[in-house]
């Protein structure tokens, strides 16, 4: 059974420093793994999917890592402002037989002007 | 034009009620889910539901049941409704082969 733990639960920074949250998973037989933003009140927003035969996806200030020997992956926040402050959710399948996500419990970020 | 869009946003109901949250994705996708998020946030796979296959989370109680009139509409029926049912409970989906996964806006329940 896929579990998915995510460190640190909550996180606050100063605007411009560049961070990692991290995100682990026991069934390292994963076809891909997702990270998500979720802000307050709202539904989960898509930021990154990365494949099995990836090791790491990039978007705009974001990068993500897979290791799937290790079971890990980082989600890289380059030069963090204000509007980054969310919580960041990372999903792994919950077996390979379909798309149902395993989600950790998410790192609540807090950027400071 | 909202990817996936859940009504209503907020339901206040009664214990022992019978409720219903609809979904509908106009993303064409071939697969969609029900999640549920609890008090302290932490996001739970209820369902899954292509026009081939319903799976079931083990752990959710026969009282939830999806129903789906089409494939772009997975509403989420929930019978004699209980004090532990309140969450928010999101919809989402995907198109299988792709696997990323399209969230809704969420619908809170409270069960007073």
């Known amino acids: 059974k896929q579990e998915v733990t995510q460190i640190p639960a909550a996180l606050s920074v100063p605007e411009g420093e560049n961070l990692v949250l991290n995100c682990s998973f026991t069934d390292s037989a994963i076809y891909n793994l997702q990270w998500f933003r979720q802000d307050p009140g709202k539904g989960l927003t898509s930021l990154l999917l990365?494949?099995?035969?990836?090791r790491e996806q990039t978007s705009g200030r974001l990068n993500a890592s897979l290791d799937k020997s290790s079971g890990r992956s980082t989600l890289y926040i380059a030069a963090s402002q204000p509007g980054d402050s969310a919580t960041y959710l990372c999903?792994?399948?919950?077996?390979?037989?379909?798309?149902?996500?395993?989600f950790g419990g998410g790192t609540r970020l807090m950027v400071k002007p | 034009d909202t990817a996936v869009s859940q009504t209503p946003k907020y339901l206040v109901t009664q214990m022992g009620n019978d409720k219903s949250i609809k979904c509908e994705q106009n993303l064409g996708h071939d697969t969609m889910y029900w999640y549920k998020q609890d008090s302290k946030k932490f996001l739970k796979i209820m369902f899954s539901?292509?026009?081939?296959?319903?799976?079931i989370n083990e752990t959710v109680p026969n009282r939830f049941s999806p129903k789906s009139p089409d494939k772009a509409h997975l509403n989420l029926h929930i019978n004699s409704l209980e004090l532990g049912d309140s969450a928010v409970y999101f919809c989402?989906?995907?198109?299988?082969?792709?696997?990323?996964?399209?969230f809704g806006e969420g619908s809170r329940l409270t069960v007073l």
């Open positions: 990365i494949q099995s035969s990836q």
């Open positions: 989402a989906s995907s198109q299988s082969g792709s696997g990323e996964l399209f």
């Open positions: 539901y292509n026009n081939k296959e319903l799976i």
């Open positions: 999903a792994a399948p919950v077996n390979n037989a379909g798309n149902m996500l395993t």
